[in-house]
């Protein structure tokens, strides 16, 4: 399969503990989003980088989230000292420049 | 980014009658893309617009690119069943409307 590749798939974690989710976008694609989407919403940007560099960051998103994209291939999005409130589905995104983007199935995170 | 809101929110429609789908910029937008979304499943790919007046169709699927740059709809014809799901519109850097779910009784 060589579509965008979310890991893991589900999550369960404690309140208070940290998660670390991965995305492995399309490999020629240079740009990567990260999402965040509850039930009924729309996906809720929270950022996106061209190649390596993180180029936008959602206001909304607070200081317990980052997200890292080393090489500018696989992503990874931290975030720490988890809350109930973070309890959503994690959506990642790749794309070419002005192109279409491809989603992956997503985590579901949830905050026990 | 720039923001996009999208009307209605919610529409309920007879299989087999017409629906659309509205998508509203308060600044020009360069370009527009549309994705659908199904029932547990994940936003998938419709459409681009880019030009000024834009209208492109896919069978029952028609996509209008307003002349300002600032609006945009999807009206899908003589709805079915496989229509349901929920529409997004996206705007530039990829912010998203938050969709108008679409559900089609037989």
């Known amino acids: 399969d060589t579509g965008v590749s979310q890991n893991p798939r589900h999550k369960i974690t404690k309140r208070g503990q940290n998660v670390t989710f991965r995305c492995d976008p399309i490999s020629e694609h240079n740009r990567l989003y990260w999402y965040r989407q509850t039930l009924g919403q729309g996906p809720e940007f929270l950022t996106y980088?061209?190649?390596?560099?993180?180029?936008?960051k959602s206001r909304l998103l607070s200081d317990r989230f980052s997200a890292e994209r080393p090489k500018g291939s696989f992503s990874t999005l931290e975030i720490q000292r988890t809350e109930q409130g973070d309890s959503a589905m994690y959506l990642c995104a790749s794309s070419l420049v002005g192109g279409e983007a491809f989603f992956g199935q997503g985590t579901r995170l949830t905050v026990v | 980014g720039q923001q996009v809101m999208q009307i209605p929110q919610y529409q309920h429609v007879q299989e087999g009658e017409d629906f659309t789908t509205y998508c509203n910029s308060s600044?020009?937008?360069?370009?527009i893309q549309w994705y659908k979304q199904r029932p547990g499943g994940h936003p998938v790919f419709l459409i681009q617009?880019?030009?000024?007046?834009e209208v492109k169709k896919q069978k029952r699927l028609t996509f209008q690119f307003g002349e300002a740059k600032k609006n945009s709809s999807l009206h899908i014809t003589a709805t079915q069943t496989t229509d349901v799901g929920t529409y997004f519109c996206?705007?530039?850097?990829?912010?998203f409307g938050k969709g108008t779910k679409l559900s089609v009784k037989p």
């Open positions: 996206a705007g530039p850097g990829l912010i």
């Open positions: 600044t020009t937008l360069s370009n």
């Open positions: 617009l880019v030009k000024s007046g």
């Open positions: 980088f061209q190649n390596e560099a993180q180029l936008e």
